[in-house]
């Protein structure tokens, strides 16, 4: 079992910049791939970005050259930095594992940190 915190999440203002954490209560494998998904007031949960084990990324058009994850495997955190945030930034965020082990695939989610954009 695995138990996620994010944090990092507040008020900003539009062009601004911050930096979300999530932390794993246990540890964090190789064959982890995490995530940040996100979800607006009204909205589908959305993937945001997520980072293979190797540290191959994969960004949400809508964030591409804007925001930047990484994970840091020793400390069992993974971040996001964002900046550049606009309105349309606004939404809870959460972090999340996907772990694939002998044909079976567990996912485990946090509860979500909010940001809110303003214009």
């Known amino acids: 079992q695995v138990r996620l915190v994010e944090s990092g999440g507040g008020l900003v203002q539009a062009g601004g910049s911050l930096r979300l954490s999530c932390v794993a209560s246990?540890?964090?494998?190789?064959?982890?791939?995490m995530g940040w998904y996100r979800q607006a007031p009204g909205k589908q949960r959305e993937l945001v970005a997520d980072i293979t084990g190797g540290g191959s990324t994969n960004y949400a058009d809508f964030v591409k050259g804007r925001f930047t994850i990484s994970r840091d495997n020793a400390k069992n955190t993974m971040y996001l930095q964002m900046s550049s945030l606009k309105p349309e930034d606004t939404a809870v965020y959460y972090c999340?594992?996907?772990?694939?082990?002998?044909?079976?695939?567990?996912?485990?989610w946090g509860k979500g940190t909010l940001l809110t954009v303003s214009s």
């Open positions: 246990g540890s964090i494998f190789s064959i982890d791939v």
């Open positions: 999340k594992i996907r772990r694939t082990s002998k044909g079976m695939t567990l996912e485990y």
